[in-house]
T-cell receptor, first 110, second 115 residues
Framework: SQQGEEDPQALSIQEGENATMNCSYK?????LQWYRQNSGRGLVHLIL?????REKHSGRLRVTLDTSKKSSSLLITASRAADTASYFC??????????FGAGTILRVKS | DVKVTQSSRYLVKRTGEKVFLECVQD?????MFWYRQDPGLGLRLIYF???????EKGDIPEGYSVSREKKERFSLILESASTNQTSMYLC??????????????FGPGTRLTVT
């Protein structure tokens, strides 16, 4: 069964707009991670947020974590065409292992 | 930079063939993983290895086996390929520090087609 579920499944925005993706999970976690996958390629790690953190920034990325609601959001500000990709959240349900959601497909139109 | 390489980007095999997918990482990571990725299903863990010769089944191990004879290399074996194993296969590695999962580094993927 999948631990992380992303919402929406797909998102289409104009360049320069902000993109927000959400992730919900079911059980307690040590950390939650976000990854990006460009079409047909491997995943690239974006950001890791620990269960005792509420917000984390990395460049144009902002991740929030609400452990009481078992949810996280990824915000990409001032989006660019190069941000077009699939975005996955992953939680450490089984210690060293991660469980990935089905992903959000982001399309940024120029 | 961490580099994870996979032996093939594209592979076409026939039903019943034995298939080997190789993965090599150069960062001395203890953990290595094999996933398969199918549309709408995200990544599903096939097998996990936390040390040389050590392995654990993931969520979908049926029809697959693995081998880890050296720390840097983790092989996925399809004993008798079937059409429902047509998929994208992704290898990943990570450090092992206690029971907490760290970021994983992925290879470029192998798109396997079984005809």
């Amino acid at each position: 069964s999948q631990q992380g579920e992303e919402d929406p499944q797909a998102l289409s925005i104009q360049e320069g707009e902000n993109a927000t993706m959400n992730c919900s999970y079911k059980t307690s976690i040590n950390n939650l991670q976000w990854y990006r996958q460009n079409s047909g390629r491997g995943l690239v790690h974006l950001i890791l947020i620990r269960s005792n953190e509420r917000e984390k920034h990395s460049g144009r990325l902002r991740v929030t974590l609400d452990t009481s609601k078992k949810s996280s959001s990824l915000l990409i500000t001032a989006s660019r065409a190069a941000d077009t990709a699939s975005y996955f959240c992953a939680t450490d349900k089984y210690g060293n292992k991660l469980v990935f959601g089905a992903g959000t497909i982001l399309r940024v139109k120029s | 930079d961490v580099k994870v390489t996979q032996s093939s980007r594209y592979l076409v095999k026939r039903t019943g063939e034995k298939v080997f997918l190789e993965c090599v990482q150069d960062m001395d990571h203890e953990n290595m993983f094999w996933y398969r990725q199918d549309p709408g299903l995200g990544l599903r863990l096939i097998y996990f290895s936390y040390d040389v010769k050590m392995k654990e089944k993931g969520d979908i191990p049926e029809g697959y086996s693995v081998s880890r004879e050296k720390k840097e290399r983790f092989s996925l074996i399809l004993e008798s390929a079937s059409t429902n194993q047509t998929s994208m296969y992704l290898c990943a590695s990570s450090y092992k520090r206690g029971v907490i999962a760290y970021e994983q580094y992925f290879g470029p993927g192998t798109r396997l087609t079984v005809t």
